[in-house]
């Protein structure tokens, strides 16, 4: 699988936009982008996904550059109830479903 | 989303005994489920991927005799952790995943061995 690197934590202000890296540098053509996101003693959370082209849903956006080595998640207007643990994760079709988490950047949304 | 249960949300047991954690999917047929095992500040780490009505694919070093699983319907997969020792406590995550790509986690179940 494909191995991704993410800052170990990082904080932002409530209100602000929160821009969360992920470098993934030995991408695959087909390997899609996935963001989950833990919340403390709960299951992840699926935010977005894609392959190429930017993507946005209610949650956030998804930036991914053209390379494809690196992409950034997108909180708009980070509230307190977006403190948690983001995990970018490269999903390789072949292994199907299969998911293999990385360590993820713990976000603290401060007010 | 789809939505994915578990049962129980806690669990305390025994040293030595078993106990078994049920994973079901609520609203849609769940052809894979895969089981997590997630220790304090750590990330999840894949234990097995089970297809309904077909044996477990584990994880290196995971124990397969150890970590039963059964996925005995296209909604139900069972994690039974056998002889549990203290070191097994942990926060066991499962999800589940339909015809698509998408995959739906649990809420955790959360075992403290004593």
């Known amino acids: 699988d494909a191995k991704t690197t993410q800052p170990p934590s990082m904080d932002c202000a409530e209100g602000r936009a929160a821009n969360l890296p992920c470098n993934h540098s030995t991408i695959s053509g087909n390997e899609y982008v996935y963001w989950y996101r833990q919340i403390h003693s709960q299951g992840p959370q699926y935010i977005i996904h894609g392959l190429k082209n930017n993507e946005t849903n209610e949650m956030a956006s998804l930036i991914i550059t053209e390379d494809r080595k690196s992409s950034t998640l997108i909180l708009p207007h980070a509230t307190l109830r977006d403190t948690a643990v983001y995990y970018c994760i490269v999903r390789v079709p072949a292994a199907g479903n299969k998911l293999t988490f990385g360590g993820g950047t713990r976000v603290l949304v401060k007010p | 989303g789809a939505v994915v249960s578990q049962h129980p949300s806690r669990v305390i047991c025994k040293s030595g005994t078993s106990v078994k954690i049920e994973c079901r999917s609520l609203d849609f047929q769940a052809t894979t489920m895969f089981w997590y095992r997630q220790f304090p500040k750590k990330s999840l780490m894949l234990m097995a991927t089970s297809n309904e009505g077909s044996k477990a694919t584990y994880e290196q070093g995971v124990e397969k005799d150890k970590f039963l699983i059964n996925h005995a319907s296209l909604t139900l997969s069972t994690l039974t952790v056998t002889s549990a020792h203290p070191e097994d406590s942990s926060f066991y995550i499962c999800?589940?995943?339909?015809?698509?790509?998408?995959?739906?986690f649990g809420p955790g179940t959360r075992l403290t061995v004593t």
């Open positions: 999800s589940a995943g339909g015809d698509s790509y998408e995959q739906y």
